[in-house]
């Protein structure tokens, strides 16, 4: 049995586990706020808010003078929180759990002897509490390719157990029949996605005069006003552009969308990012603010690694021509360097770490480890 913990900011963690839980030979049960995303394969435990009602910062001392991240004082949903995943490790007795991301949930976990891999975010990650996650954790689990994010700050002991797996595309994993996994908050399920798998040929590049851009954007960030957008039209005569989330409409085929542009322009979010890597399209990726500061840190790498044209925010429209016909030079071969089944990869890789500690526990089989998973499910929801 293998856990995985998703934290409930953003819509990134939810898309890559529903991604990496499919491919696992283990059973896997996901605990987060809210319902299971889309599409996820097992047991779901809901959990308690630790963020409702809402919390002053400063008053309930959260960090608790700056040791962890998000542990506010005498909150009743963070102790019911606690209690419903201590309830389950002791159920279940997972081999490990997969916290995606959270430093008091890894802190928690192997207090109770049981093995954490961490999920890895780009960005500065030095600060003496994601130290306390990265020194526990049995391996950090990279969703960007080797070489992406040198981390010269970081010490040999971190280096040598993170799994850079490559980008994780929730797209990717998309199967037949339905049945998806959660899309970003540009596009809606749809069960045709199967339609345009990454086997699809992709499209040429338009002419070098203009071309389709696709925008796509989510919550979070920046907002994209009106003004901005014409402003972009009207500096790009010849390019027609089309708009996913952000207030407008979004796309019911998203690799299908991706497979018609001439040139994609999206956040640096690591979810956007592999969904643009995985339809091998020519892009502009836009760093937007992020706690410590890991849009930027991928808009960097994409920029050393020539993969993509970037830029933080939205530019000023006098700058677009240029972008588009840097995006469009660089094309979209290169986004192969950005992985390939990093899904798989993954999972690959917890189910081998799973197995190295299934002797250390009681011998069950595949049926019984599913139904403490579910029984989990069933008592503490």
Do not use: N
Not at 47 to 53: G, K, S, V
Not at 112 to 120: A, D, Q
Not at 250 to 266: G, N, R, Y
Request: charged residues 20%; glycine residues 12%.
């Amino acid at each position: 049995m293998i856990g995985y913990y998703l934290h409930h900011q953003g819509s990134g963690h939810r898309r890559r586990a529903t991604a990496v839980a499919r491919r696992t030979r283990h059973p896997v049960t996901g605990l987060g706020s809210g319902p299971a995303p889309e599409g996820w394969p097992g047991a779901w435990v809901e959990l308690a808010r630790d963020d409702h009602p809402a919390v002053d910062p400063e008053g309930a001392d959260v960090t608790a003078r700056d040791v962890l991240h998000w542990a506010p004082l005498h909150h009743e949903g963070l102790l019911r929180r606690h209690r419903q995943l201590l309830a389950w490790l002791e159920l279940a007795r997972p081999e490990l759990l997969v916290v995606d991301v959270s430093v008091e949930v890894s802190l928690l976990a192997r207090l109770c002897g049981v093995p954490v891999v961490v999920g890895g975010m780009p960005g500065r990650r030095t600060d003496a509490v994601h130290a306390l996650a990265y020194d526990v954790a049995e391996a950090i689990l990279a969703p960007w390719p080797p070489g992406a994010h040198p981390r010269p700050d970081w010490p040999d002991r971190w280096r040598d157990k993170t799994w850079e797996v490559g980008g994780i595309s929730a797209l990717a994993d998309a199967p037949a029949g339905g049945d998806v996994p959660a899309p970003g908050p540009w596009v809606d399920t749809d069960p045709g996605l199967e339609s345009s798998r990454d086997d699809a040929p992709a499209r040429e590049p338009g002419a070098t005069g203009g071309g389709r851009v696709l925008v796509l954007w989510g919550a979070g960030g920046d907002p994209l006003r009106p003004e901005q957008l014409e402003e972009a039209r009207a500096a790009t005569p010849g390019w027609t552009w089309e708009v996913r989330g952000g207030g407008h409409p979004s796309s019911p085929d998203l690799l299908a969308d991706l497979a018609e542009a001439d040139v994609v322009v999206c956040h640096a979010g690591q979810g956007a990012v592999a969904d643009v890597a995985l339809a091998r399209r020519p892009a502009v990726v836009l760093a937007q603010p992020r706690p410590f500061d890991e849009q930027t840190a991928t808009a960097e790498a994409l920029a050393r690694l020539g993969l993509a044209a970037t830029g933080h925010g939205w530019p000023a429209a006098g700058r677009w021509p240029e972008l588009l016909s840097h995006a469009r030079g660089l094309g979209g071969q290169g986004w192969s360097r950005w992985g390939e089944d990093a899904a798989g990869v993954a999972a690959g890789h917890l189910d081998d770490l799973a197995d190295s500690f299934a002797p250390a526990t009681p011998a069950r089989t595949t049926g019984e480890t599913r139904s403490a998973g579910h029984r989990a499910q069933e008592r503490w929801a």
